[in-house]
């Protein structure tokens, strides 16, 4: 008899959302100590102490959690013609944005050069630590574009998440709370606007119809 193959459940998106919030708050509640917990500083050195010849690749990897990236990718999306992976893209990048901003106005954390007298941030940054914008718009946008991705190229959405999640360790400017913060905003946000249904839109010239001319018999 064939062996019945082992499938990976596939939860409904509310639980996502549910275990995305709860992953958010417990990060809030761990992150409000005024320094970094013994586990999350130990950590954060073992990644911010790799090579320096690495820093040339990790500010590369770094820009894929860039507003930057989310044009190019709507650009390709639009070439593609592929009309709702546009409007699905601009929308779950956009609330991913907007609440890792007002994460940081609330909950806003200092950066670890701030925290680790020892540690120089590696690369540009600004306002509050907590959550990581860059993780959590990689998220969104790996997540969307794994939705498009035939599934023998979905490691490419892992190999993003993770790439730019340790590049904002390795270049010293977030702490890994701050990291998990926002991978939880990311996906939350993509997992949220998988209840909204998107139809097809098609632009174009819309096709003449026949008209058929009546006359009046005399």
Do not use: C
């Given at each position: 008899?064939?062996?019945?193959?082992?499938?990976?459940?596939?939860?409904?998106?509310?639980?996502?959302?549910?275990?995305?919030?709860?992953?958010?708050?417990?990060?809030?509640?761990?992150?409000?100590?005024?320094?970094?917990?013994?586990?999350?500083?130990?950590?954060?050195?073992?990644?911010?102490?790799?090579?320096?010849?690495?820093?040339?690749?990790?500010i590369?990897v770094?820009?894929?959690?860039?507003?930057?990236?989310?044009?190019?990718?709507?650009?390709?999306?639009v070439f593609?013609?592929?009309?709702?992976?546009?409007?699905?893209?601009?929308?779950?990048s956009?609330m991913?944005?907007?609440?890792?901003?007002?994460?940081?106005?609330?909950w806003?954390?200092?950066?670890?050069?701030?925290?680790?007298?020892?540690?120089?941030?590696?690369?540009?940054?600004?306002?509050?630590?907590?959550?990581?914008?860059?993780?959590?718009?990689?998220?969104?946008?790996?997540?969307?574009?794994?939705h498009?991705?035939?599934?023998k190229?979905?490691?490419?959405?892992v190999?993003?998440i993770?790439?730019?999640?340790?590049?904002?360790?390795?270049?010293?400017?977030h702490?890994?709370?701050?990291?998990?913060?926002?991978?939880?905003?990311?996906w939350?946000?993509?997992?949220?606007?998988?209840?909204v249904?998107?139809?097809?839109?098609?632009?174009?010239?819309?096709?003449?119809?026949?008209?058929?001319?009546?006359?009046?018999?005399?």
């Open positions: 008899m064939a062996k019945k193959k082992n499938k990976i459940p596939n939860f409904h998106p509310t639980v996502h959302v549910i275990a995305a919030t709860i992953l958010f708050f417990i990060s809030v509640v761990v992150s409000r100590q005024s320094a970094m917990l013994p586990w999350e500083e130990t950590l954060f050195l073992s990644i911010y102490n790799w090579p320096d010849f690495l820093r040339p690749f990790f590369f770094t820009w894929f959690g860039e507003i930057q990236i989310l044009g190019i990718l709507a650009l390709v999306f593609m013609k592929k009309t709702q992976a546009v409007i699905r893209l601009l929308m779950v956009t991913a944005y907007l609440l890792s901003g007002i994460g940081k106005s609330i806003g954390r200092t950066r670890p050069n701030e925290l680790l007298s020892e540690v120089v941030a590696r690369g540009f940054s600004y306002g509050p630590g907590f959550p990581s914008g860059h993780t959590a718009l990689a998220v969104a946008m790996a997540l969307v574009v794994g498009y991705l035939p599934k190229y979905h490691w490419v959405v190999a993003w993770v790439g730019v999640a340790l590049s904002r360790v390795y270049l010293g400017v702490a890994p709370l701050d990291i998990v913060g926002g991978f939880a905003i990311g939350f946000s993509y997992m949220m606007l998988r209840h249904r998107l139809y097809p839109v098609k632009f174009g010239k819309r096709k003449k119809t026949n008209k058929v001319a009546y006359t009046k018999g005399r």
